[in-house]
């Protein structure tokens, strides 16, 4: 296994973040970039909002049920090698997404892209853990966090540039990413692994746990049409078998004993319903900037710089700020001051203009979301031993994964909103102004957790006797 001796401001340490956040980024783009171009696939394709929605989630679903399998993966076959073939996978699913000639296709090529997404995900954050010197890792996973976010928050901007052409350049623009990723790996990310991974992989694990986030998404997408009601059941059934499962088999795809750690346990639930929120946020106000105010994608997709520049200019200073006072406050005044920007874009309607209506609330949302981003990823590796870096990767990613999959499958129903009611202002601004409220309570559900659960860890002091924040969590 590779020293963690890597330093961040050394060559070879600027390559591996460099990789780390180009690939991870490629998948975090997707998981928004979509939502702006939602609108032109349904023209060109022919789809209703429940086949918007599955193009949305069946890459949320497979990212979510297979991002353990990748952690253990590469946990076990070296994370470098498992990282670099997830970026093949998602490079040519991507090609498949933008050669797509009916909506189902897409969807299916969109299921093979969250398979890449899957092993490429959890390698990138366990390789900056596992390789970096222990003094350097904060810096570097704040670096990671900032830049790879932006990525999210670029979603909408990045699909309203490329809409310009056409919406199947969002998904082709990834082949060049990925080749240039691949060059970067291969220059400059040593291998590493877990010495203690041995035993056979957990199938029977990562099957039920796929069925079960299939099975309830379809029950929420289609929920009010026939068996749809029984086969959600099933799927939560299916869920606690999977549960069962990781409790009894002797090589689990989640160890569960990560979850005795108290600290392991509120940043993933925390992660849960913040995630939630900002999966459904992004899904909501693009398609209420078109469908309702008449913007294009481009004009949508520029709305949401503000979000972005804040990103890019201050989660490194969030991550540091959680290094220095603990991660409890961050993370708790984070989610309350997202929540407050969600609030704010609630009125949006027809006629609004952009620096006063929309423009505001999505400030203080990307303010909330910088300050929280670093401070919860660096919690939550920090509440898991070294060794167990992708796997512990690969939960809160896939819980991440799971929340805006759940939320984007259930809010359209719960507010009422189905068929082609994306293309009705009058109907789907309803349902925006009811699915906003709900995200608002879940982003301050969020920051509740926070404050009673997450816990700062112990200050050591250095030879100097300055206080630092210690590794750990307690």
């Known amino acids: 296994m590779t020293r963690a001796d890597l330093r961040l401001g050394s060559r ?39 086949a918007l929605q599955w193009i949305a989630n069946g890459y949320l679903l497979s990212l979510a049920g297979l991002i ?67 003094e350097e890792r904060a810096r570097a996973i704040g670096v990671w966090s900032g830049a790879a976010s932006i990525a999210t928050a670029l979603g909408p901007l990045v699909g309203g540039l490329l809409i310009e052409w056409s919406w199947r350049w969002i998904f ?34 990562a099957v039920l746990g796929v069925a079960g986030l299939a099975a309830t998404t379809y029950g929420l997408i289609e929920w009010g049409t026939r068996g749809a009601v029984a086969i959600g059941l099933a799927g939560v059934v299916v ?15 989640v160890p569960l004993g990560l979850f005795g750690s108290q600290q392991f346990s ?34 949508a997709g520029l709305a949401t710089v503000p979000v972005s520049v804040c990103m890019l200019f201050l989660a490194g200073k969030g991550g540091q700020l959680g290094e220095h006072i603990g991660p409890r406050l961050p993370m708790t005044v ?13 009125p949006v309607d027809a006629g609004d203009g952009y620096v006063a209506h929309v423009l505001p609330g999505l400030v203080v949302f990307g303010l909330g979301l910088a300050l929280m981003v670093a401070p919860l990823t660096a919690t939550v590796l920090a509440a898991a031993p070294d060794h167990r870096a992708g796997i512990a990767s690969g939960v809160n990613n896939a819980v991440a994964r799971a929340g805006s999959l759940l939320a984007v499958a259930a809010l359209p129903p719960l507010v009422g909103l189905s068929g082609d009611d994306y293309a009705v202002a009058s109907a789907f601004t309803h349902g ?10 879940l982003l301050a559900a969020g920051g509740v957790v926070s404050w009673l659960l997450i816990r700062n860890p112990p200050r050591r002091t250095t030879a100097q006797g300055a206080p630092v924040q210690g590794p750990g969590a307690g």
């Open 432 to 441: 925006y102004r009811w699915a906003l409220v709900a995200c608002a309570g």
């Open 172 to 205: 082709l623009i990834n082949v060049p990413l990925a080749l240039v990723t691949l060059a970067i790996s291969r220059r400059w990310v040593p291998e590493s692994r877990d010495p203690e991974a041995s035993g056979r992989f957990d199938v029977v694990g």
């Open 334 to 346: 984070g989610p309350l001051v997202m929540a407050a920007g969600t609030l704010m874009l609630v």
């Open 68 to 134: 353990l399998l990748g952690g253990a993966l590469g946990d076990r076959w070296g994370r470098r090698r498992v990282f670099e073939i997830g970026v093949v996978v998602f490079a040519l699913a991507s090609v498949g997404c933008g050669l797509a000639p009916t909506w189902p296709v897409l969807v299916a090529a969109r299921v093979a892209q969250g398979v890449g997404g899957a092993l490429l995900t959890p390698g990138s954050l366990a390789i900056l853990q596992s390789v970096f010197a222990r």
């Open 12 to 50: 070879q340490g600027r390559g591996v973040v460099a990789a780390a956040t180009l690939g991870s980024g490629m998948v975090l783009l997707d998981g928004t970039v979509v939502n702006i171009a939602l609108r032109s696939i349904g023209t060109d394709l022919d789809a209703g909002l429940a």
């Open 239 to 253: 869920m606690a078998a999977f549960v069962a499962w990781e409790h009894r088999t002797p090589h689990p795809m």
């Open 266 to 299: 509120a940043a993933n639930a925390m992660t849960l319903v913040v995630y939630a929120a900002l999966g459904a946020v992004f899904f909501f106000l693009v398609l209420q900037l078109q469908s309702v105010l008449g913007w294009t994608a481009l004009e």
